[in-house]
Nanobody, 120 residues
Framework: QVQLVESGGGLVQAGGSLRLSCAASGSIFRVDIMGWYRQAPGKQRELVAVITSGGSTNYADSVKGRFTISRDNAKNTLYLQMNSLKPEDTAVYYC??????????????WGKGTLVTVSS
């Protein structure tokens, strides 16, 4: 069974940095596109950044120049380096990935989320 597990969230002051990680585990044949999404209280879930298996990236305008998405394909692990954090970055951050398990075709997976709180 495939699962995504995030880590690295926490409380940080405005202007600070955090690094999120997301490890994919289980019976995996291939991991395709991976991404980070976030959901702030009372708001809809939104895209933060995505990265293809080849390393192409795309960012939400609100995080460009501050956040960097990366991945280690050998470890099936996704990262999000967050710098110059702002209070409006406060949200639950979710890892998402298109994964082909050994026993089936491509499926969409979500992690359970990790809370990032930025104090002013």
């Amino acid at each position: 069974q495939v699962q995504l597990v995030e880590s690295g969230g926490g409380l940080v002051q405005a202007g600070g940095s955090l690094r999120l990680s997301c490890a994919a585990s289980g019976s995996i044949f291939r991991v395709d596109i991976m991404g980070w999404y976030r959901q702030a209280p009372g708001k809809q879930r939104e895209l933060v950044a995505v990265i293809t298996s080849g390393g192409s990236t795309n960012y939400a305008d609100s995080v460009k120049g501050r956040f960097t998405i990366s991945r280690d394909n050998a470890k099936n692990t996704l990262y999000l380096q967050m710098n110059s954090l702002k209070p409006e970055d406060t949200a639950v951050y979710y890892c998402n990935a298109l994964i082909m398990p050994l026993s089936s075709g491509l499926q969409n997976y979500w992690g359970k989320g990790t809370l990032v709180t930025v104090s002013s």
